[in-house]
């Protein structure tokens, strides 16, 4: 088990990290201020940056662009899983600092699957524009009726007529849907309710100007509406689109949606190790800084406690989603079900932990927009639901492990 990075990961860690040195982090809270003066000035809080559109072509130009696609002809800058995990790490600090490199999800997911699945017609329409960062993506499988965790209670309709499919449901959390550059939906639906339990879905393409296609509201997670990326509830009524958009065939939908969800979970576990990396390191900064009962908190007990624990607990779950890395690189995404589901339920408790104990060191300055925690904690907690809650991967890593002794 190798986990030493190549020379070329090493190289384009230097110049990330360079690169989020320059552009990124003294500019961090001018994006916000960006989102804010765009919703005032103009009255839509969902129009893209001009920041991030700014940064795109210097990341392009530094060869920082699509490196999370491993083994993928129109992007031969991608990486493997174990190369690009401490790069992912490193953009994971900033929340919006993905999408400057076009690593952000939900795209990078649905670039995989459209590589993966899509027709090269559909690649040259949708993957192509998708790579160069012109358009983005949603996909649409979360549904408010059902517990969605069970991925067979989806019960969007999509029926076949004539040459075309017709879809009707009821979708929300999908998030990116707001962006008005969001192009492309990638829906999850049941084409044949009598038919196996896992054979039911099927996944097809949608375009985001279809008619029938509704936008109820967008979504704010503990208050923060994640503007310009957003979440959204949405409507499908009597949206037609070409049969020839269903990907793979009918059926197909768990096969198509555990291809993507592996890829996706541990580059979410990869940021996730990047933002507990960055509030050890702010938390520590605090501490040093500030004086309460005669010594600076740092000397204090219960604070090097805290320290040494998150140090213990992040460098933990970097190992682990390294390895889980290594194995999908080594010997496919399926053999390595197990860690991936493992980092899923760790590298977000670790990073809810450690973000917690950095805010409490700041104190109410932790729970103000004055540092990144408040809003990095809000946004971090959704990842012990999103790509499947806790509770559905525990399950999974028991059943394996129970595998295992003959049960």
Not at 321 to 328: D, H, P
Not at 331 to 353: C, R, T
């Amino acid at each position: 088990m190798d986990f030493e990075y190549s020379a070329r990961c090493t190289e384009l860690q230097a110049r990330l990290l360079a690169f989020m040195d320059q552009h990124i982090y003294p500019r961090e809270n001018a994006f916000y201020a960006e989102v804010d003066e765009n919703g005032r000035a103009q009255g839509n809080r969902w129009l893209p940056t001009a920041l991030i559109e700014e940064l795109k072509p210097l990341a392009r130009a530094q060869g920082l662009w699509n490196l999370f696609l491993p083994r993928s002809p129109r992007a031969p800058e991608g990486l493997s899983n174990l190369d690009y995990a401490p790069l992912c790490e490193i953009m994971g600090r900033v929340p919006w600092a993905p999408e400057v490199f076009n690593c952000a999800a939900p795209d990078t997911g649905n670039m995989e699957t459209l590589e993966r699945y899509a027709s090269e017609a559909h690649k040259a329409e949708w993957l192509e524009p998708l790579l160069r960062g012109e358009i983005r993506s949603a996909f649409a499988m979360t549904e408010p009726g059902v517990a969605s965790s069970d991925a067979t209670n989806i019960g969007t309709a999509i029926v076949r007529n004539g040459d075309d499919y017709v879809i009707d449901g009821h979708k929300w959390w999908i998030s990116g849907a707001g962006d008005p550059r969001c192009k492309l939906f990638i829906v999850m639906g049941k084409t044949d309710p009598d038919a196996p339990r896992h054979q039911q879905q099927s996944m097809i393409l949608v375009p985001a100007d279809t008619p029938g296609i509704t936008i109820v509201r967008p979504l704010p997670v503990f208050g923060y509406d994640d503007a310009p990326h957003g979440h959204c509830e949405i409507r499908f009524e009597n949206v037609r689109v070409p049969a020839a958009n269903l990907l793979l065939g009918e059926g197909r939908g768990f096969e198509i949606a555990q291809g993507r969800l592996g890829p996706g979970r541990i580059h979410h576990c990869m940021r996730a190790i990047g933002v507990a990396e960055r509030a050890l390191e702010l938390m520590c900064r605090r501490l040093n800084a500030r004086v309460a009962f005669g010594k600076r908190l740092s000397e204090q007990g219960v604070w090097r406690e805290r320290i040494a624990e998150a140090r213990i607990r992040i460098d933990t779950a970097r190992l682990l989603t390294l390895k889980a890395a290594w194995l999908m690189d080594t010997v496919g995404n399926k053999s390595a079900q197990a860690e991936i589901a493992m980092i899923k339920v760790l590298a977000p408790n670790v990073a809810q932990d450690v973000l917690d104990w950095a805010i409490q060191a700041h104190g109410a300055a932790g729970v103000s927009g004055d540092f990144p925690l408040a809003y990095q904690w809000a946004a971090n907690r959704t990842l012990r639901l999103a790509d499947g809650p806790d509770e559905v991967h525990r399950n999974a890593i028991a059943k394996l492990e129970l595998g295992r002794h003959g049960v």
